[in-house]
């Protein structure tokens, strides 16, 4: 049987024999369709093929790929091959198809796919570091392949670091894809695509272009960072001399699933607030913490640190807490009482209240950037309500920021901060 199957120009390297087959990209680029019809094909060519196809997240079958592979049975015309049912795919030679979600799966569930030859992973932005380690030595079948398509969503994405790195695993192949690539590309989303250019251009690069996204859409600081954008208050700031740093941190911790460790340095010059550096890091003891600070020459005569509330706690690996170990490497260390109820909202309301007063250093702030970005709020689906800030990769940063807002803007409203220096204490720079 001969089946009659187009294929754009830019998929046929996906096409040979590698292990790892990878296609990353904007909207309308065809990837999934590719991935699809190369699925259908597979198991035509190779009766007994068994394939699953892999989400994150995959609540019912309307989340899988399973009409998009029914679809391409139809129009290859090889629908008397194959045998559709509720929730898999029969093939020829008494092969299958068939969806999982692998935040449904452990390390027991998983072992069903060992001897599956394709696992194809759309939505790949979203996977998973856990995720990522039971798949890849599961398909562990003589002749496997491990396919993913995703849009560039973070380039901190374990998908990203995994194929976009400096080193990729062996037997890879990567492709980019973009509108522009598909032959297909529909007039309906030519359409969608230069209202989005027209309508939302800051979006337009991550949609379209597959670019990474550096803005969250309705994230709690997307008109503020675009903004600074326009005003060209991102761009390149120097510290002044003759001035303290003020070093904003967010408590992490150092035992194997702690949140990150984040610090925020800033100085400010009247009532303009310059954000200077950020630092994160994850599991590490205040050592490489303070190490860092020696590196960039914040130490106890220039600069004063500010902890959250929970700074005074102990750690729950070594019995002391930052306030007393900072405090013991003689560094000025000041201690901001809980807020209570709706502390990390009023976080968000002061740092967009003070947001036009302030300049980042773009060359040490990016990752920091990044984080307030993408920092928005968790959302109820069923029920389309809001449910406060997403704790995710993002927050830590975002909330060493707020404490800065929160900070500096009650100095502002108290006077306590001037911008004169205090010329007989040169030394330390300290500020009236």
């Known amino acids: 049987m001969i089946v009659q199957a187009q294929v754009a120009r830019v998929f046929k390297p996906l096409l040979e024999p590698n292990r790892y087959l990878c296609a990353f990209g904007g909207r309308g680029s065809g990837k999934s369709h590719f991935f699809a019809q190369k699925l259908v094909l597979e198991c035509l060519s190779k009766p007994g093929t068994r394939a699953v196809c892999i989400r994150e997240v995959q609540r019912t079958l309307r989340d899988s790929s399973k009409k998009l592979i029914e679809d391409k049975i139809q129009q290859l015309g090889v629908g008397h091959k194959f045998t559709v049912l509720h929730d898999r795919i029969d093939t020829p030679g008494g092969g299958q198809i068939t969806f999982v979600g692998m935040q449904d799966t452990n390390a027991e569930s998983v072992k069903s796919l060992e001897n599956i030859r394709i696992a ?32 560039g969503l973070r380039k901190n994405g374990q998908i990203v670091k995994l ?102 340095v800033a100085q400010q010059v009247g009532r303009e607030v310059r954000l200077l550096d950020y630092y994160e890091a994850v599991g590490q003891p205040l050592a490489t913490h303070l190490e860092w600070m020696r590196g960039r020459n914040y130490h106890p005569n220039n600069c004063r640190i ?93 909330d060493s920021f707020g404490l800065l807002a929160v900070v500096l803007e009650d100095a502002m409203k108290t006077d306590q901060w001037r911008g004169d220096i205090d010329y007989t204490n040169m030394d330390r720079g300290r500020v009236r």
Not at 144 to 151: A, C, E, K, R, V
Not at 207 to 236: C, H, P, V
Not at 246 to 258: K, N, P, W, Y
Not at 350 to 369: C, H, V
Request: with cysteine; hydrophobic share 40%.
């Open 163 to 264: 194929f976009r790195g400096s080193e990729i695993p062996s037997s890879s192949c990567v492709v980019m894809a973009n509108w522009r690539d598909n032959p297909l590309f529909p007039s309906v989303l030519e359409m969608e695509r230069q209202d989005c250019l027209r309508l939302d251009p800051d979006q337009y690069q991550h949609i379209w272009e597959g670019d990474y996204a550096s803005l969250l859409a309705g994230a709690y600081y997307a008109a503020s960072l675009n903004q600074a954008r326009n005003d060209g208050r991102i761009s390149k700031v120097a510290p002044d001399p003759l001035l303290p740093y003020q070093l904003f941190v967010d408590i992490g911790g150092t035992g194997a699933r702690s949140d990150a460790f984040t610090i925020w």
């Open 306 to 398: 500010y902890l959250p509330h929970d700074g005074a706690q102990h750690d729950k690996v070594y019995s002391v807490s930052y306030e007393s170990a900072l405090r013991d490497a003689m560094f000025d260390v000041t201690v901001i009482p809980n807020q209570g109820a709706g502390a990390a909202m009023a976080r968000v309301e002061a740092g967009r209240r003070l947001f036009p007063s302030m300049w980042f250093n773009e060359p040490t702030t990016a990752a920091g950037i990044d984080a307030l970005g993408w920092y928005h709020e968790k959302q109820d689906m069923v029920r389309n309500i809001g449910l406060g800030p997403e704790h995710d990769w993002a927050s830590h940063g975002a």
């Open 120 to 151: 194809w992973v759309e939505e790949a932005q979203t996977l998973s570091e856990r995720s990522l380690m039971l798949l890849r030595p599961t398909i562990r079948a003589e002749g496997s392949q491990l396919w993913f398509s995703w849009n």
